[in-house]
């Protein structure tokens, strides 16, 4: 055989392998793109359990799956696991969060008994102080007021006497 016959040869061989390489990809890429297509299905399928049920869905799930669940059990098991830690995880987030909010609203509530406390106490010292000062001031006046008609009252009393005085000594008002 020459050279060239080897040649040929080794051609027809390579292009037997290259089709039949050729019909094991578009096998693959069928195949792929189906396990693709049921992995999306499934997909949806444990979001919406997961979401609705919560972590005693996955064990429902992957029962109630029957032959799909045989075919993709470890990936789905591993999407389920990781779905679920996240939900757990998130809701301990959630959790957490509850409690620094509910800390956050006590400790405001505290703060604003206090200032709604330091404020009425503010309040009843300015009241009280303008009360007594208020009254203070109304004794003043009413006393300087005493003070005046008392005066008044001594200054008619001296005329009065002095009056009854002049009137004894006309000897007209004795009797």
Do not use: P
Not at 46 to 53: G, H, L, P, Q, R
Request: charged residues 25%; glycine residues 6%.
């Amino acid at each position: 055989m020459t050279d060239e016959q080897k040649l040929y040869g080794l051609m027809a061989i390579v292009e037997e392998q290259q089709k039949m390489l050729d019909a094991a990809l578009k096998d693959i890429q069928t195949t792929s793109q189906s396990l693709a297509q049921e992995r999306t299905e499934l997909a949806r399928t444990v979001k919406s359990i997961a979401e609705t049920v919560g972590e005693s869905a996955s064990e429902s799930l992957l029962n109630a799956l029957g032959d799909a669940q045989r075919r993709f059990s470890d990936e789905m098991s591993q999407t389920t696991s990781e779905a679920l830690k996240s939900a757990h995880s998130a809701n301990q987030e959630l959790e957490k969060a509850k409690k620094t909010v509910s800390e956050f609203t006590r400790d405001l509530k505290g703060t604003m008994a206090g200032e709604i406390r330091r404020a009425a106490i503010q309040l009843t010292v300015i009241f009280s102080v303008i009360g007594a000062l208020s009254l203070g001031g109304l004794y003043g006046y009413f006393l300087h007021q005493t003070s005046k008609e008392q005066e008044s009252a001594e200054y008619w009393i001296q005329k009065g006497n002095t009056a009854f005085e002049k009137c004894q000594k006309l000897k007209n008002c004795r009797d």
